[in-house]
């Protein structure tokens, strides 16, 4: 059995593309989940069987509101149309993996605490599968 080497990271050099736009200085998280539907069937006969389908994905946005750029992040979320496809790259490290996927876009919340910078944060589906592709050399 081989020992794997582990290389942990701390996320502050991710980059993130919606669209044409990039809006990693808003962006606080972005977090891909897999949904993986399981079935299991245990026959009479004692047999077990287990089988897994095909994943559904969200992608976990938190991010700074901004009522006051023109292209903010925030702004383009609600003035996208609900439902509207869009593709995003996402590059937790520069010279890492990027994971392309294509996001609906929904509005997020507005306002938050007195005192505060507030933030939002919006789940988003995901249409098909994400890809990773790593770095070229």
Request: net charge negative.
């Amino acid at each position: 059995m081989a020992a794997i080497d582990v290389q942990p990271y701390v996320m502050n050099t991710a980059t993130v593309k919606i669209g044409s736009d990039t809006y990693e200085d808003a962006l606080s998280s972005v977090v891909l989940t897999p949904t993986t539907p399981k079935s299991n069937f245990l026959a009479i006969s004692g047999k077990n069987r287990r089988t897994a389908g095909t994943p559904e994905w969200t992608c976990a946005i938190t991010f700074a509101q901004d009522v006051k750029s023109a292209s903010s992040f925030h702004k383009y979320l609600h003035d996208t149309a609900p439902g509207t496809i869009v593709t995003m790259e996402f590059t937790p490290l520069t010279g890492g993996d990027k994971v392309t996927a294509d996001i609906m876009i929904e509005p997020a919340a507005i306002g938050g605490d007195a005192g505060t910078t507030p933030t939002a944060s919006v789940t988003l589906d995901v249409e098909g599968q994400p890809t990773r592709t790593a770095p070229s050399s």
